[in-house]
């Protein structure tokens, strides 16, 4: 479920440079309708949220639009998925804070433009193993009004019970091949389901460790394009588990969406982050 907000020229152009193998045809086939929305959710309270955040491409307009979504970890640092960023140029991006509605000023955003971006070493652009990116801010976040915050981090190699009810939350598509996109954050709760069912589900498809599924086996509830990088997170306590990665179309039956498991990563985060 390859979430993000690209010119759909750019990815045709891709699709047909790079044919994927009918292994990986899952992954790709969220390329092809970008910018996902929540499927089966509701709109979320604003400011609900305050890890959330929007990533944003100029165009050649010189307006933003929505690329792909993310989590603060701290002032000066959000995580997302390094799909997100693979065609995304510094200077022409910005992380936009305190968002909830895209056409309504609610006078908590906050704006940053970008430093840098750190792709996971050993991301894999076909199989999307290690699917996550570091963004540095330019400016650092203001975190004394309270709407805008961080959200912790799980323990490194911390296991989520299958069963446990998570969030998602993104301004992606409420439903596959839908153009129509929500201007307001989404959300929607699904559990978590073993790695053993999340394999059968997708058959011979390469799934990783470093993953994590969650949703419901009837379908209807998922993220989907243009929620990709977001959070999967816990509520109590509030952690963050999962970043929004892929799966096959949105909410489908028996089909799960696939997430990057953060705990995998922690210390390649901290590490990271304490470098630079």
């Known amino acids: 479920m390859v979430k993000f907000v690209v010119v759909f020229g750019a990815i045709l ?20 309708f970008v910018n996902p ?63 909830h509605s895209f056409s309504t000023t609610n006078g908590y955003e906050q704006f940053s433009d970008v430093e840098l971006f750190i792709m996971h070493p050993d991301y894999d652009t076909v199989t999307l193993e290690n699917d996550i ?3 540095k801010l330019l400016s650092p976040l203001d975190f004394s009004s309270g709407k805008i915050g961080p ?3 799980p323990a490194m190699g911390q296991e989520t019970p299958a069963g446990t009810n998570v969030t998602v939350t993104g301004w992606g598509n409420l439903e596959f091949n839908n153009p129509d996109r929500p201007d307001v954050l989404n959300k929607v709760s699904i559990p978590t389901v073993t790695d053993m069912e999340c394999r059968r589900s997708y058959g011979p498809v390469d799934m990783f460790d470093s993953f994590i599924c969650a949703g ?33 179309d949105c909410a489908l039956p028996g089909y799960y969406g696939v997430y990057t498991e953060v705990s995998y990563f922690f210390d390649w985060i901290t590490i990271t982050v304490a470098n630079n």
């Open 13 to 32: 152009l891709q699709c047909v440079l790079a044919l994927p193998s009918t292994r990986n045809s899952l992954r790709w086939s969220r390329n092809l």
């Open 37 to 99: 929305l929540i499927v089966g959710g509701e709109e979320a309270i604003p400011n609900e949220f305050p890890f959330m955040v929007s990533m944003q491409s100029r165009t050649v307009g010189g307006s933003y639009s929505h690329r792909c979504g993310g989590a603060i970890i701290n002032e000066r640092w959000i995580v997302s998925a390094s799909h997100c960023t693979e065609n995304a140029l510094v200077g022409a991006t910005r992380i936009v804070a305190g968002e």
């Open 133 to 135: 990116v570091l963004i």
């Open 151 to 153: 959200i912790a981090l």
């Open 216 to 248: 419901v086996p009837e379908g209807g509830l998922d993220s989907c394009n243009g929620d990709s990088g977001g959070p999967l997170f816990t509520s109590q306590p509030q952690q963050l588990i999962g970043i929004v990665s892929w799966g096959k």
